[in-house]
C-alpha cells in the first residue's frame, strides 16, 4: 500500500486505535505497526500531524503523564471523537461493502 491510499484513511486508523485504549505517540505508532503487519508505514513525520490535527478538531485530547519514569502526551478519544469515530467507521463499512460488489460480484 502507498501512502495516498492511506492518507485517507489515516484519521479513522488513529480513531480506531484509540478507541482501543489512550496511548502516547511512540505506543501509537508500535500499536499501529503491529496491527496493520507492516502494510502501512506510520512514521513519526506523518503520525504526530495528524494528532495534532485531530486535536485541533477536538476529536482526541493529549494529557501529559508519567509513562514508565517518563513525562509522555497520551491521547484519548473525546466524546465527539467517539461519535467520529463511529461515523467513519460506518461510512467505510459502506464503502469497502460497494467496492466488494463491483471488484467480486455475486454471478446469477
Do not use: C
Amino acid at each position: 500500500m502507498n501512502k495516498e491510499q492511506l492518507k485517507g484513511h489515516s484519521e479513522l486508523i488513529i480513531l480506531g486505535a484509540l478507541a482501543v485504549r489512550p496511548m502516547h505517540g511512540y505506543a501509537l505508532s508500535q500499536y499501529l505497526k503491529d496491527e496493520l503487519a507492516d502494510q502501512f508505514k506510520f512514521g513519526v513525520g506523518m503520525l504526530y500531524p495528524i494528532l495534532h490535527r485531530l486535536e485541533q478538531k477536538k476529536l482526541i485530547t493529549g494529557e501529559w503523564k508519567q509513562v514508565l519514569g517518563a513525562d509522555r502526551k497520551v491521547y484519548s478519544l473525546t466524546r465527539q471523537g467517539r461519535k467520529a469515530y463511529q461515523e467513519k467507521k460506518q461510512e467505510w463499512l459502506t464503502f469497502s461493502s460497494l467496492v466488494k460488489n463491483v471488484i467480486h460480484p455475486v454471478v446469477v
